[in-house]
């Protein structure tokens, strides 16, 4: 960049597959440095108290592993959450019985799906994906077949409702 932050030529890339989060080049350009964040995020439970705070002691970790969780939703009855995770390289979409049990993926993509929302009878699922290179909603079977997608276009469509 000029001193007034104007580019000069085009952009170099540097490397490829570092997830490097921040950069710094040395003034020669000849070695840099960078960083690598790495978050971890679970689903807890709790019950509800109705004679005050929930102590954090009635808490137990419902999801565990090496994963970031962004959204998640409850089913009406009660039985299920639904969550986007990267558990298996990227983010997807998992369905877990509140009553335990391992995690299904209901999407198996290689662009990422976020934001998981049961409709309001349980039999469907609306989520958003950067399949097209933009957000769009999609919605699926509970079990995660029948896919559809429900919006296309340049603009951002995501956490549908």
């Not at 952009?11 to 070695?31: C, E, F, K």
């Amino acid at each position: 960049l000029t001193p007034d932050l104007t580019p000069q030529g085009e952009p170099t890339r540097l490397s490829t597959g570092l997830g490097a989060y921040s950069v710094s080049l040395t003034a020669d350009a000849s070695r840099m440095a960078y960083s690598i964040l790495r978050l971890r995020s679970n689903v807890w439970v709790a019950p509800l108290s109705r004679d005050g705070p929930t102590p954090s002691s009635a808490a137990r970790q419902f999801t565990t592993g090496a994963q970031v969780i962004e959204a998640m939703d409850v089913s009406d009855d009660g039985r299920w959450l639904l969550y986007d995770s990267n558990r298996l390289g990227n983010q997807d979409i998992f369905k877990q019985s509140l009553d335990g049990g391992e995690p299904v993926p209901l999407t198996r993509e290689s662009a990422d799906d976020f934001g998981p929302t049961f409709s309001p009878d349980g039999r469907e699922i609306a989520f958003y994906s950067v399949r097209n290179g933009t957000r769009d909603l999609f919605v699926m079977d509970a079990d995660g077949r029948n896919l559809r997608q429900v919006t296309a276009g340049d603009g951002q469509d995501y956490f549908p409702d």
